[in-house]
């Protein structure tokens, strides 16, 4: 008989809310639940590694570290998913109350109020729309053509924060945010997927009409957890957006 224990964590469910539509069938994530595990003293040490702060990879170790889905990590998740992941994670560590401080309507203070993150629903996802392999098509209104797209993933986010870093390297002018993201949520054009001819296309040929319709379409079929709340500070109703401070994943001892 071995001396040796071995533990198992206790872990949880955690509702998607793509409802794992957006991805393939043979992926553990297409039943539109991922497992998590609760957090441990070893999750506590990759929050205070000041090596990873200054990296910026803490939240991305973290949650890789919580995730017991098979062959699965945060870079898997489109973006609406790894939301309510980090919400879920925080959930299983400290409980749902979250304190954060927020502007007062009344005289623009700053005040303390103590949210419920259970209290977050899912966005409701369009009836229209077939999220079958995160592609989707949409022609533009105003150059006619016809793209496809998909949904971005936690792996593309580092991707278009590497290339932007890299750009603000070699020019200090304005940060090609939108137009980095185009090119990496378009998978093709009329067609054509070649990547040099998106980039073009994005880069001298797409309207600003275009681009909008497009953010706004992407913006209307994203699942995604409701980060905002009403609160009530004195005697007035006011809706506002969860505050994510340091204080979310790193609440005072």
Not at 7 to 19: A, H, I, Q
Not at 41 to 53: F, G, H, P, R, V
Not at 162 to 188: F, G, N
Request: overall charge negative; aromatic content about 6%.
């Amino acid at each position: 008989m071995s001396d040796k224990q071995e533990f198992k964590f206790p872990s949880e469910m955690v509702d998607l809310p793509s409802k794992g539509k957006v991805y393939p069938k043979e992926s553990p994530l297409s039943g539109g639940q991922i497992e998590l595990k609760y957090m441990t003293a070893k999750e506590e040490d990759i929050l205070t590694s000041q090596n990873l702060i200054k990296k910026g990879l803490v939240i991305e170790k973290l949650l890789n570290s919580l995730i017991l889905t098979p062959n699965i990590t945060i870079d898997d998740l489109v973006l609406g998913d790894k939301n309510a992941v980090m919400v879920a994670a925080r959930i299983l560590a400290y409980g749902p109350e979250y304190v954060a401080s927020i502007t007062s309507p009344l005289d623009g203070s700053q005040v303390d109020y103590t949210f419920d993150l259970s209290q977050c629903p899912f966005k409701d996802l369009p009836d229209d729309v077939d999220y079958t392999d995160n592609k989707f098509k949409l022609e533009l209104p105003a150059s006619k053509a016809t793209i496809e797209f998909k949904l971005l993933t936690g792996k593309d986010e580092k991707d278009i924060d590497a290339e932007l870093k890299s750009l603000k390297k070699v020019s200090k002018q304005v940060s090609p945010e939108i137009t980095t993201r185009l090119k990496y949520a378009i998978l093709s054009l009329n067609g054509d997927d070649n990547k040099q001819h998106i980039r073009s296309f994005v880069e001298q040929h797409l309207l600003s009409r275009d681009s909008m319709v497009i953010r706004k379409e992407v913006n209307r079929i994203s699942p995604d957890i409701d980060l905002k709340q009403e609160v009530e500070i004195g005697g007035e109703t006011v809706e506002v957006a969860i505050p994510m401070t340091v204080g979310f994943f790193w609440p005072e001892a």
